[in-house]
């Protein structure tokens, strides 16, 4: 078994600093990528999360193939493009579908690892943090609502 602890001690191979607009400027998101052998780590943080009345919200949390955080009206978003899927598969196999992220009072953490894409695969796509959980069988994004924030993945200097 590999000790994968290690690499929380190192500096990230990218980075992306997500923000909200409009009714969701509150929420910042820092997520950090760390590649080990094969396998890519994952690890986010976010505040100023919705809070919800009824326990901890579920927010889903994606890469996104476009390369910029700009849209219209009906989506402040909308120039993030598709959930990043480059060998086509159904959702939610695809290469950019993550965990949901938990909120607890406007915040949350989430690590976790992954060989559905590498690092430099993903440098200059967007990742989006949506307002409903994924429902993992919706096609083709999981139902999972407006997008409330987003970033661009950049590779650490």
Known sequence: MQNYTSVFTSYPAAFAVIN??????DVYARVNF??????????AWAEGLPVTECG??????HIHS?????GNEEDIYSDALKHYNPKGCAHPYHAGDMPPLFEENGEAFSAFMTT????????GKTIII??????????????????IACGIIRKTS
Request: with cysteine; net charge neutral; aromatic share 12%.
């Open 20 to 25: 909200g607009r409009g009714k969701y400027s």
């Open 66 to 70: 476009g390369v910029s955080c700009t």
């Open 34 to 43: 760390y590649q080990k052998n094969d396998r890519v780590i994952v690890a």
């Open 116 to 123: 559905r894409f590498t690092i430099d695969e993903i440098i």
């Open 130 to 147: 949506h307002s409903s959980p994924d429902d993992f069988t919706t096609q083709p994004s999981g139902n999972s609502g407006e997008k």
């Open 56 to 61: 901890s919200g579920v927010f889903g949390f």
